[in-house]
C-alpha cells in the first residue's frame, strides 16, 4: 500500500535532495562567466529566500503536529546552507578545476598556438577573473614546460617565481605543466616587468 505524504514520519531523501540541488546550483555558477555577480546573488538572495520558505514550511507542519516531518524540513535546511557555504569557501579550488576539466583541450590548444615569448616569461594567457569598481583580479593559465611551479602550488605559496613578471597570490595545478596563475587584485602581466 502507498505510504501518504501527509502521514508523520522523518524523510530521509529530502534534505540529501535539496542540499544536491544547491550543489548543482552552485557548480552551474561556476562554469559562468560572471559567475563572482551570480555567486552574490545566489548567497545573498536565492539562498534566503530558500531558507524562508522551508522555515515557513516547518513551521506550518510544526503547528500541524508533524514533528518527524518537519525535522526532516529543517534537516534540508541547515544540508542546504552547509554544503553551499562549503562550496563557496572552496571556490578558488573548484571553479578552475571544473572548467579545466570540461575544456582543456580547448584552452591547451589556444595557448600553445601562441608565439613563444622572448623575455623569459611563461607561455600564458588570460584564463578568468573577477571584480569591478576599479579592483579586478585577473587569473592567468600558464603552460610551464618544466614544471617549475610544481613546489609552489603544491604549497600553495604566494611570491615571485621564474617566469612570472609579477608576484602571484595563488598557484593551482590542472595538470602536469599546466597552472592556474592569480595576480593580486589590479595586476595583470604587463603591469610587472620581468
Known sequence: MAESFTEDRFYWRLPFYIAG???VVML???LCPSFDMLELLYIFIGMPIVCLVLLIM????AFQKEWRHSLS???AMALYCGSSWLLWRSSMDIRPAERWLLHSRTYKAELLAQSCSQDGTLPHMEWDGWGGFGSDTVVYLVYDPQDALR?????NLPGRFKG???EVSRIQRL???WYSV???TETSWDSCTY
Open 21 to 23: 540541488c544547491g550543489l
Open 164 to 166: 612570472l613578471p609579477c
Open 151 to 155: 613546489a609552489a602550488a603544491k604549497g
Open 28 to 30: 552551474l555558477i561556476y
Open 58 to 61: 516547518a513551521i506550518v507542519l
Open 182 to 184: 592569480v595576480f593580486y
Open 73 to 75: 524540513i529543517l534537516l
Open 175 to 177: 595538470e602536469s605543466h
